[in-house]
Each structure stands twice: as structure tokens, then as C-alpha cells.
């Protein structure tokens, strides 16, 4: 092999292995360097060096520099030279591949299913094969060899010389991914999509901002007719999607978060210390705000990042009237008893007549001074970054623009 057939098979795998020519370089001084030690017997310290321009090949041993004929080495140095070449030439291939999928991790890939290996869907992405687990599929999906997927980029190791890429289709990035796909203003960052939680298969909600005042962020992630939203529902084959408003406040992104139910902001009471928001609804809203199997009330405690509490009216002051009836009694018995913990020496006097209507005044007394409505008494605000959750059974799947 002449310089000039060197240089072209360096030019070759570059190209046709999609390779930084750096790379290839190094594979192939390595591969001489191991040909040569196996046709002269040199020892380990020996170093070849491919001049970039020429083609030239250098070798430096402990006997000093010179130049190799490649023509000299042989059959056997020539397929130990192949075999280190080929080698090296794989691990720069897994190398390069596991350094772009990497760089892909949350990112949205499309292939199609190209077998089923145990749980697993195999989907060819054209480079490479991805694997599709059973954990990471939405329950109910199911697909057929041939079929078209996208889904997540959600993990990317390297497996002894292969690179094993896992996608999902659960993950809540999926559901921003496509919504960047549909909503140019998303792209563009006009509209920023501050959080999505889901139970994948059944609901999401999602909490949109515009920064600019004269775009309607949910308006214009639903579409005309609700072009855009349903293309991404299509493709998530029917999982209901909310969306909703984001908002600093957190009584605000707390009302939002519980839409379809109609929440007064001023009955959402936040507990710093607790970190949970106690929200009173009427009688016809609760069924609402809780949901189905309590789905609407567990995704907007997640998009907050609050635990949130729903109560009627009613509920919450019936709670409040028995909190206050145990410390009345807890006071009583305070009273009754002395320092040592015994009752006290002394017996009442009089007939039992009187103390029972003692006691039937006291209860009175106490009753009428139990306020009608008892508010938590922290009212401060706060708020954290949530994680997606587990499948659960929830609402019919549809579109919803929640303002």
C-alpha cells in the first residue's frame, strides 16, 4: 500500500463512517504500530506516526526514527494490522455515536418498530437501534412491526462494544417536544412553556407564559379549531391535555391548576410551614377540582409543587367547631386537675341539678363562641419544580384550553 492508498482509505472511513478524520488516523498508527511489533518482534514502546499530508509513516522505537515501508510487512503483520483496524474503527464508531445521543438525552426521536425483544420495542432510527421498554410505553399503546414512533431520548450507556439507547414515551418532555413541534411561537420563545405533569395515556397539564403581551399563550397552543393541540392528542392517542396559565403567584397558579373547577382565589389558603394549600370550594365545584380518582387535584398539586387540599365550606368549619371542642375540653381537664395530677381535694357542692346545668351553659358558651369560618393562619406563598407520576385511570381523553 502506497501513500496515496493510504490517505484515500483514511479519506473512505471518514466519510463513509461518519468519523472525525482525527480519529481515523489514530485507529491507524495504532493498527501499524501493532502489525509492525508483530512482523519485528519490537516491544511495546514502539510508535508509528502518519505524516497528515503525505502519507509518510514514521516509526520511533528505542533504536531510533525511520521510515516504513509498508510493502515489507507481510501476511500475518498485514491481518493483525486488519484486525486492530477494524477493532478501533468500532469502538471510534460506538464512541462517536454514544457522543451524539448523549448530547440528545430529552430530545425527540421518530424511527419504526423494527422487532420485539422480550419487553422491549427495537426501533430503528436509521443510524442505530433503540429500545422501547415496557415501563416506558403509555399502558393500552400497542404497535405492530413497521410502525412509526416518536418518543424520547431517555437514557444512552455504552454496552461492551454496542451503545444501548432507551427512548420513552412517557416522559412529560414528550409532551413538550411535540407541543415545540406544533406552536411555532413556542420555538420562536415567545411562548414559554414553564411545566408539564402528566399520568401518561389519561391527562396532562401543562402551564404556558407569552412574552409578549399581544400573543395569547393558550390560544395559540390550541389552534384554530384546535388544529395544534389535537395533532399532538393524535399522537398521544387521546391523552387529555390541559392548559393552563402560568403565574407567579401561587394562589393564581393554584386556581388555574385545579380548572375545570371554578375556584374563588380567596378561598385558597397557603401554609408556608406545611408547605400545602387548603382550598375551599362550593358543593357543585368539588367533584371538579378533586377529579376523577382525585387525578385533577394530584397533577395540579404537582404543577404547583404543593400539596393542595380541597374542602367544602362546610367540611372545613365542621373541622375547625371539633379542633376547637378538643382544646375546650383539653383546658377543663387542665383545670380540674392539680400539680400533682390528681383531682382536686375539694368536692363540688350543691345538687346535681345545678352542675348539669353548669355544664349545659358552658357547652352554650362555648358553642356560640366558635367562629363561623376559621382560616389557616399562614397565608404566605411559595412553590417548587415537580416530577411526572405514575399511570393512573383518569378522565375521558380530550382537548381542553383552560384560561
Not at 103 to 116: D, E, I, M, P, W
Not at 301 to 311: A, M, T, V
Not at 348 to 368: K, M, Q, V, W
Request: glycine share 8%.
Amino acid at each position: 500500500m502506497d501513500r496515496e492508498a493510504l490517505l484515500r482509505m483514511v479519506d473512505m472511513i471518514h466519510r463513509n463512517r461518519d468519523i472525525p478524520i482525527e480519529v481515523v488516523f489514530q485507529s491507524l498508527e495504532e493498527a501499524l504500530a501493532a502489525a509492525i511489533r508483530k512482523r519485528l518482534g519490537a516491544g511495546e514502546d514502539l510508535v508509528c506516526e502518519i505524516d497528515r499530508k503525505t502519507g509518510e509513516v514514521v516509526v520511533e522505537d528505542e533504536e531510533g526514527e525511520y521510515e516504513l515501508d509498508l510493502e515489507i510487512l507481510g501476511r500475518i503483520a498485514a491481518q493483525a494490522f486488519k484486525q486492530v483496524m477494524m477493532q478501533r474503527i468500532r469502538e471510534a464508531e460506538r464512541d462517536v455515536l454514544y457522543d451524539d445521543f448523549e448530547a440528545r438525552v430529552g430530545s425527540l426521536v421518530h424511527g419504526t418498530v423494527q422487532r420485539f425483544e422480550a419487553d422491549s420495542l427495537v426501533v430503528n432510527l436509521g443510524r442505530t437501534e433503540a429500545y422501547l421498554p415496557r415501563e416506558e410505553r403509555v399502558r393500552g399503546e400497542t404497535f405492530s412491526i413497521g410502525d412509526r414512533v416518536r418518543a424520547i431520548v431517555l437514557e444512552v450507556r455504552k454496552d461492551g462494544p454496542r451503545v444501548r439507547i432507551i427512548i420513552s414515551r412517557t416522559h412529560p418532555d414528550l409532551v413538550r417536544r411535540l407541543f415545540e413541534l406544533e406552536v411555532p411561537e413556542i420555538a420562536d420563545e415567545i411562548i414559554d412553556i414553564k411545566r408539564v405533569v402528566r399520568e401518561p395515556g389519561y391527562r396532562t397539564k401543562m402551564a404556558v407564559i407569552s412574552q409578549d403581551p399581544k400573543i395569547d399563550a393558550i390560544g395559540a397552543c390550541v389552534g384554530v379549531r384546535g388544529s395544534r393541540i389535537k395533532a399532538v392528542i393524535d399522537e398521544l392517542r387521546g391523552e387529555r391535555i390541559d392548559i393552563i396559565r402560568w403565574s407567579d403567584s401561587l394562589e393564581t397558579l393554584i386556581q388555574n391548576g385545579l380548572k375545570p373547577a371554578e375556584i374563588n382565589i380567596d378561598n385558597i389558603y397557603p401554609d408556608v410551614d406545611s408547605h400545602s394549600a387548603t382550598v375551599l370550594v362550593d358543593e357543585d365545584q368539588q367533584s371538579l377540582a378533586i377529579g376523577k380518582k382525585g387525578q385533577n387535584v394530584r397533577l395540579a398539586s404537582r404543577l404547583c409543587g404543593w400539596d393542595i387540599d380541597i374542602k367544602t365550606r362546610a367540611e372545613f368549619e365542621a373541622e375547625q367547631m371539633a379542633s376547637e371542642g378538643q382544646i375546650t375540653d383539653d383546658d377543663d381537664l387542665d383545670e380540674y386537675q392539680d400539680d400533682d395530677g390528681e383531682g382536686s381535694a375539694e368536692s363540688p357542692t350543691g345538687s346535681n341539678d345545678g352542675a348539669e346545668a353548669d355544664d349545659e351553659s358552658n357547652r352554650s358558651a362555648s358553642t356560640l363562641a366558635a367562629p363561623s369560618h376559621q382560616q389557616p393562619a399562614s397565608l404566605s406563598q411559595g412553590g417548587n419544580e415537580s416530577s411526572p407520576g405514575a399511570d393512573h385511570p383518569g378522565d375521558a381523553p380530550e382537548a381542553s384550553g383552560v384560561r
